[in-house]
């Protein structure tokens, strides 16, 4: 099974409005961390947000918040006002444990398209 | 050089060459890794090393080498590739702590771009 799943995997959105990219886990490590990254056409991924399994509130990280709703198993990301320049792949990752490990595990992404 | 580097941008071999990639990172991170990103799949872990130890191999084959001299350079040595392993080489470094609880987030370099004939 999937650890990490994204199920959109492609989306269209006007600028200016509201995005939310869909991101389900599975894990059964009480302890684990997820994120998100973006990346532009150039390749390279730059880290958006972070959310761990403790942590109480939803993320917050400048536009970005993570709506994570730990009894589904899921942190979609949120772009409240979309940007030409959001157009990019999004990445949903995981992190599990205190183990030592140092693995992340990614989904398959998303292509988001903001239209002017 | 600020954050984590790769060279080369581009690469194209045949299968027969031996080339290597390099990554070099400057942020003073303790753990550093390989992925594949192959087109329609998700990111591959490769590598990791901490500390200059190899932490994980992923089951990749033999053809892919590492090589962590130090904390801030992580070569990939490729011999005798097929077509297949065409595809986004991404190193990324983060800070970590062995045993404990630490999310930090990853920093990628800008990938080396390979294409096997």
């Known amino acids: 099974a999937q650890k990490i799943t994204q199920t959109q995997p492609g989306m269209f959105v006007q600028e200016k409005e509201a995005v939310t990219l869909d991101c389900t886990y599975d894990?059964?490590?009480?302890?684990?961390?997820l994120f998100w990254y973006k990346q532009p056409s150039s390749g390279e991924m730059i880290f958006l947000i972070y959310?761990?399994?403790?942590?109480?509130q939803n993320a917050t990280e400048g536009r970005y918040s993570l709506n994570f709703q730990k009894a589904r198993k899921s942190a979609n990301l949120v772009i409240p006002a979309s940007q030409l320049g959001d157009s990019a792949m999004y990445f949903c990752?995981?992190?599990?444990?205190?183990?030592?490990?140092?693995?992340?595990?990614f989904g398959t992404g998303t292509r988001l398209k903001v239209l002017a | 050089e600020t954050g984590v580097t790769q060279t080369p941008r581009h690469l194209v071999m045949g299968m027969t060459n031996k080339k290597s990639l390099k990554c070099e990172q400057h942020l003073g991170h303790n753990a550093m890794y390989w992925y594949k990103q192959s087109a329609k799949k998700p990111l591959e872990l490769m590598f990791v090393?901490?500390?200059?130890?190899?932490?994980e191999n992923n089951s990749v084959p033999s053809r892919f080498s590492p090589e962590c001299p130090n904390s801030s350079h992580l070569f990939l040595h490729l011999h005798t590739l097929q077509p297949e392993d065409s595809a986004l080489y991404l190193c990324a470094s983060s800070q970590d702590f062995f045993g404990g609880v630490s999310y930090n987030e990853q920093f990628f370099g800008p990938g080396t771009r390979l294409t096997v004939l």
């Open positions: 959310q761990g399994s403790y942590d109480q």
């Open positions: 990752a995981m992190r599990e444990g205190a183990s030592g490990t140092y693995k992340y595990i």
């Open positions: 090393y901490n500390f200059k130890e190899q932490t």
């Open positions: 894990t059964s490590d009480p302890s684990y961390g």
